[in-house]
DNA sequence: TCTATTATTGAATACAATTCATTTTTTGAA
DNA sequence: TTCAAAAAATGAATTGTATTCAATAATAGA
């Protein structure tokens, strides 16, 4: 009876072989020197059955920086269901952005490249639309902590919707994300310590939010106390056990 | 005697012609469509003879982003020597830098394309280093408002670097502009209105710097009263005349 | 004027993405 | 169980382009 479910199974389990497959293979090798004819032949496939589930390669880099996403997503809604303030929920949530990309560099320049008008426009439509769909659950998590935040007073009602105050907080660390994984950017226009500032803007723009209570981001003992705290009680299981994520 | 030159001065400006060509037709037919053939053949030169400048297409992208990077500075400067607060000064640049990004479409998501790993890593080291030259002249007329601020106490001195100051606003500006840039993405998350929100964070994070005089962001008719005296007194000029920029 | 040097050329090469005619497997009716 | 039709898988051929390089042309300097 159920031989069309099975059938149906066995080609979501083939397509979660190549995306860990095609994960793998640019971790070893970088993004540059993945090729669909390759990739298929590592899971023992023919090049056309790869093609059975990925329109193009952009389709199928689109695919894979999705399935990051969700893994990533679990950790981000960790940070939003923490026992803390909101305001400092709200900062886990640059936090664990930021280690997760720290630890991960592959898997963020590939969300990176994904966002880039060549391999997003090279997607099918449902490929996009599925890793919109990822995007939900955290931006769902984030809203909930901005609304909790509102509700209980800690942070003004400015009469914005939730979605809209979080694109500051959000904008800011892949703003800053990005140009930390550009290679030398930084460095060539001597700023020193990306990550710090991050964690520092991330304060200074929460602080003009006016989300209570207010902190002083100067304060590189209390912020990185903070940081740490959030490192332990949050992200102590990243990069454990059965993680094989894209680290070098 | 200067025929040694002479020679230097045509090569120079067959890169010119190659650049602005390479420019019309990404204009035209996006980046997708550049050809390395084809744009040589549109000057009237062989295939090798561009490579004679360019090492590969990722150099000649990088080389592109610079020149325009270049333009934009020019804006850039203007909007940081504009007769106004230290604040309104600094803002400006947010604006200045949302407006020519909605100006020249292909040209911003060119610049997100460029600092790609696939594309930054593709480019000669020359290259490179002159995207970063090209950086110089923008980033020294921020840090010469910041420094102003802090002389004239607008900006509490937080015993940072000028520079570390600055890549929070920027920051802020490139992550939001760059969400802005990905087609469908804000749509799909339910939030409107993103340069509204962009002009709104980024007052936020200067209340929260607590750079003088404070604004409120949420004022609605302050803040598009700002921007567009901003756009009359700065950027009036932009796309007028010998603008063949990278617009639709 | 002539040779050596340098620059230009574009056809040939190389490389990968994508396609599609062929083969294999699966299905379900007889 | 058998068999024809349908579906899926295959990988060699096709296609599209970036890049190279041997041949040719232009230039410089003796």
């Not at 389990?13 to 390759?38: C, K, N, V």
Request: charged share 25%.
């Amino acid at each position: 009876m159920g031989t069309k479910e099975r059938r149906q199974r066995e080609f979501e389990a083939r397509e979660r072989l190549f995306l860990d497959t095609a994960r793998t293979l640019i971790r070893d090798e970088g993004i540059l020197a993945l090729q669909m004819a390759r990739l298929a032949r590592a899971c023992d496939y023919a090049t056309g059955t790869l093609y059975q589930h990925f329109s193009s390669k952009e389709d199928l880099l689109v695919a894979l920086a999705t399935r990051r996403l969700e893994e990533h997503a679990q950790y981000f809604c960790q940070a939003a269901t923490w026992q803390a303030s909101t305001r400092e929920r709200m900062f886990a949530l640059t936090v664990a952005d930021y280690r997760f990309a720290r630890r991960h560099p592959g898997y963020s320049r590939l969300l990176q490249f994904a966002f880039t008008e060549v391999v997003w426009d090279g997607a099918s439509e449902a490929r996009r639309r599925a890793l919109q769909d990822a995007l939900q659950p955290p931006a769902r998590a984030v809203r909930q902590i901005v609304q909790e935040a509102i509700d209980t007073g800690d942070l003004p009602d400015h009469g914005q919707d939730a979605g809209a105050l979080m694109l500051g907080p959000w904008g800011l660390c892949t703003g800053i994300q990005s140009m930390i994984q550009t290679r030398g950017l930084l460095e060539g226009l001597g700023i020193p310590e990306p990550g710090q500032q991050l964690f520092r803007h991330s304060q200074f723009l929460l602080n003009g939010l006016g989300w209570q209570p207010l902190m002083n981001p100067v304060d590189d003992k209390a912020l990185s106390r903070l940081v740490r705290r959030i490192e332990n009680e949050v992200l102590a299981n990243i990069g454990t056990a059965a993680d094989n994520g894209m680290e070098p």
